[in-house]
């Protein structure tokens, strides 16, 4: 079993792999984390042990993407979230536009990345932005069982001043009629949701709701339909890692999210959440220590959904 020994020990003997990675430097306010930190939650429902940097606020960044398609699966059913966006991985990067020009089927391949993450956004339900955030607030507030979880406005007005590949990708979206109304509302939101705070502890909450397909084993409560939950968790495993899922799913095999905040948000299917937080990237956009703590856990505990 996992216990705060092993959890130190794992944080003292990744820490240096931080040297290997930076910070993502294309949103000023991200410039400003420590590529020295690295912390890690594990939670099974019962008990939670953290380490290193784990009470450490960062934003959440595209680890929202699962979360938020949860909430619009809710929202809008399979049918018409499927009819936007497609299943399949990509194998380009999270911000390519490529494919919604070559793909056959004018739509986003996959609601990971960020075309797609873009199209799942407008369809959460509201009058207006406030009420959209505070929705898609007041759902994660309830999977990660914390009311102090916020959006950190200088990082939503950072990645508004300077998200001009996404507010490309936005106008090529309405353009093919992915998504409806004001572009620059729908782009706001998505900033918002990706600049909402949260810590480790957050993140394994979260993600062992998912890991037990939705199932809130302490209150006994199903928080989210059993069949969104898997469908979010089997985006994870094919889509969860950018264009290094495929990797990430042979070398560690349990389905997570990551974002360029440096968080990793995984699921080991009715065991653990956990929550990763090392935000020192490499060039996938991927936490490098946080991966390779992952591998060794995944390897220790036999995790693995497939080996």
């Known amino acids: 079993m996992i216990d705060q020994a092993y959890l130190d020990s794992i944080i003292k003997e990744y820490k240096r792999y931080t040297i290997e990675g930076q910070v993502a430097d294309y949103i000023p306010e991200l410039k400003k ?7 890690i939650s594990v939670y099974d429902g019962e008990k939670v042990f953290s380490s290193g940097n784990w009470d450490k606020k960062f934003t959440i960044q595209s680890v929202s993407k699962p979360l938020v398609l949860m909430l619009a699966l809710i929202d809008q059913g399979e049918d018409k979230i499927f009819e936007l966006v497609g299943k399949e991985p990509t194998g380009d990067p999270f911000n390519s536009m490529i494919r ?25 339900k509201g009058k207006d932005n406030e ?9 994660i507030r309830l999977l990660a069982d914390n009311e102090d979880i916020h959006v950190n406005k200088d990082v939503f007005l950072s990645e508004k001043e300077t998200g001009n590949r ?6 090529f979206l309405k353009d093919i009629r992915c998504i409806e109304g004001s572009v620059e509302e729908v782009l706001d939101l998505y900033f918002m949701q990706c600049s909402i705070e949260v810590n480790t502890l957050d993140l394994a909450k ?7 397909d939705g199932f809130n084993k302490q209150t006994g409560e199903q928080l989210i339909p059993k069949k969104y939950a898997k469908i979010a968790k089997t985006f994870m495993l094919t889509c969860g890692m950018y264009d290094e899922s495929g990797q990430f799913a042979i070398d560690v095999g349990i389905p997570s999210k990551s974002g360029v905040g440096g968080g990793i948000m995984s699921s080991a299917p009715n065991q653990y959440g956990i929550g990763v937080y090392g935000p020192a990237l490499n060039l996938k956009g991927n936490s490098v220590a946080g991966m390779r703590m992952l591998e060794r856990i995944s390897k220790d505990f036999d995790m693995s959904i497939f080996l």
């Open 100 to 124: 919604l020009e070559t793909y056959t089927f004018k739509k986003p391949l996959n609601p990971m990345i960020n075309a797609g993450a873009i199209t799942i956004s407008s369809l959460i």
């Open 131 to 139: 009420e959209k955030i505070n929705r898609i607030l007041g759902f």
């Open 166 to 171: 996404n507010r490309s990708l936005g106008y």
């Open 206 to 212: 979260m993600s062992l709701i998912i890991a037990n």
């Open 33 to 39: 984390m420590n590529r020295g930190d690295l912390g």
